[in-house]
């Protein structure tokens, strides 16, 4: 200190701060003011400038207020310098959060956009704020005069350590950058398990991929095992898919009337049920001379894999009220049994007893 402290300096520091806390309240409210007038634009870079100022520019704002008040007291030169360096680092440590936040959320908008769903992929996002945020450290720690040579040569020497020690948080990391890179899997895609389990995938972050199954509980899932096992993806390469439906009728029908009969019911489904593809025509391959029945495959198109529960059940209930309608019979099953006597009848006169199936006493009952 070259001299002593007088209340005139400490009324100018004073001032200085107050001045920078001003400045920054007044920026701000512009600033709030310009983001609302953004919001109304179609261009999104006008968006980002201002929510990086936002941020950046209030508090850089006291950070001068704070400058300048140092400068009107009396301090050494060490002092001073001490003091610009710490504000420097600190402008420079809210620039790098901010930064971390704006690119993490272009690069969700991004993977948004790929994938067409509300979920994100996570792994990008926090890849990409890790390593702003370690840029962001590294020239702060310059600023304040650490040297950054020693702390690179250490992690470089114990990478080889932490990459020996995270082996399996590293196969899980690498696998699900695979998985997005090869886009093989995307947010938003109804996958299938050799294992059984099944959902729609919501999330794939640096670990794990999160499956949100259809009764809403959500299945965790290693990247490193998604990668390496059998999968089946009913959104790719398209999402519409087929659904088939097993029908019987009974041998005296008339397979043509069946035909155009099972047709006009899977039109009408296709075109008035939601999850349907209206445009998909309907298909009906006769395939099996059964016991009691023909057998045959109805083929509709649905829109998502989920969308396959409702479509079938809509079908079955309106074929069955068509078929009865129209008088086309499925029967049940039924099988003959065959009594051996051996009192009063020979061993080689056999009795034969037809024991109808439950079903089909239901069926004459209709």
């Known amino acids: ?95 790098t959060f901010t930064a971390a936040r704006v690119i993490s959320g272009l690069v969700r908008t991004m993977a948004q956009s790929r994938s067409g769903v509300a979920g994100s992929a996570t792994i ?87 499956v949100e199954q259809l009764n809403n509980n959500l299945v965790i899932i290693p990247n490193a095992k998604l990668a390496g096992t059998n999968m089946t993806n009913f959104s790719r390469p398209e999402q519409m898919l087929s659904v088939t439906v097993q029908v019987g009728v009974a041998y005296d029908s008339d397979l043509e009337r069946v035909e155009q009969v099972t047709v006009e019911v899977a039109e009408s489904v296709m075109k008035n049920v939601d999850g349907a593809v209206p445009d998909h025509e309907p298909a009906v391959r006769f395939h099996t001379f059964g016991d009691s029945r023909i057998g045959f495959t109805v083929i509709l198109g649905v829109g998502e894999f989920s969308d396959k529960y409702r479509i079938k059940h809509e079908f079955i209930k309106r074929l069955h009220e068509r078929y009865r309608a129209e008088g086309i019979r499925i029967p049940a099953p039924a099988r003959t049994v065959t009594l051996h006597q051996t009192t009063d009848t020979p061993a080689d006169a056999p009795v034969e007893t037809p024991i109808p199936h439950p079903r089909a006493a239901l069926d004459q009952a209709s």
Do not use: C
């Open 124 to 210: 990008f996002v926090n890849i990409t704020r890790i390593a702003v945020l370690a840029m962001g450290f590294l020239v702060m720690l310059e600023t304040l005069g650490i040297s950054i040579a020693p702390l690179l040569t250490a992690l470089g020497v114990g990478g080889l350590a932490i990459a020996l020690a995270l082996k399996d948080t590293l196969a899980n990391l690498f696998a699900g950058v695979h998985i997005l890179v090869s886009k093989t899997v995307q947010p938003g895609d109804y996958i299938r398990l050799s294992s059984g389990e099944e959902g729609y995938v919501r999330d794939i972050n640096w670990r794990i991929t999160v």
């Open 1 to 95: 200190m070259n001299r002593d402290l007088t209340l005139h300096d400490i009324i100018v520091a004073g001032i200085a701060v107050a001045a920078g806390l001003a400045v920054a309240l007044v920026l701000r409210v512009i600033l709030r003011w310009l983001g609302v007038r953004a919001l109304r634009t179609r261009w999104q870079g006008d968006d980002i400038i201002v929510d990086i100022l936002r941020t950046l520019a209030p508090w850089s704002a006291v950070a001068a207020g704070v400058a300048a008040a140092a400068g009107a007291l009396p301090l050494t030169r060490q002092v001073g310098h001490i003091i610009d360096e710490v504000l420097t680092a600190g402008v420079v440590l809210i620039a």
